[in-house]
Nanobody
Framework: QVQLVESGGGLVQAGGSLRLSCTSS?????????????MGWFRQAPGKEREFVAI??????HYADSVKGRFTLSRDNAEKMVHLQMNSLKPEDTAVYYC???????????????WGQGTQVTVSS
């Protein structure tokens, strides 16, 4: 099993930046290593469905159109961490951000097996 813990959320003014981090731990009896997992960032605003933000897999990264050019996902397989650098933040980026892990490529939240507890990002105008 995989345990995920997010950190780095907070309150920032529009145009500002935040860097989210996700630390993972994988039980030693599993056959997979961290590098085998597709790692995704999702977000959920009040009253809205959880939506895809960015994912990382062995073939590269993929971003939602709404964050492309502003957010950057990076991955450190040795440290079993992923980061989400968020620049030029907008009030509409306000949401709880979740880190998630899946065994196959997908941008659908339902396809992810493991989730962190989430970290709040609030962007003031």
């Amino acid at each position: 099993q995989v345990q995920l813990v997010e950190s780095g959320g907070g309150l920032v003014q529009a145009g500002g930046s935040l860097r989210l981090s996700c630390t993972s731990s994988i039980r030693t009896f599993t056959l997979r290593t961290f590098s085998d997992y597709v790692m995704g960032w999702f977000r959920q605003a009040p009253g809205k469905e959880r939506e895809f933000v960015a994912i990382s897999w062995s073939g590269g990264t993929h971003y939602a159109d709404s964050v492309k050019g502003r957010f950057t996902l990076s991955r450190d397989n040795a440290e079993k961490m992923v980061h989400l650098q968020m620049n030029s933040l907008k009030p509409e980026d306000t949401a709880v951000y979740y880190c998630a892990a899946a065994t196959g490529w997908s941008a659908a939240p339902g396809d992810y097996d493991y989730w962190g507890q989430g970290t709040q990002v609030t962007v003031s105008s």
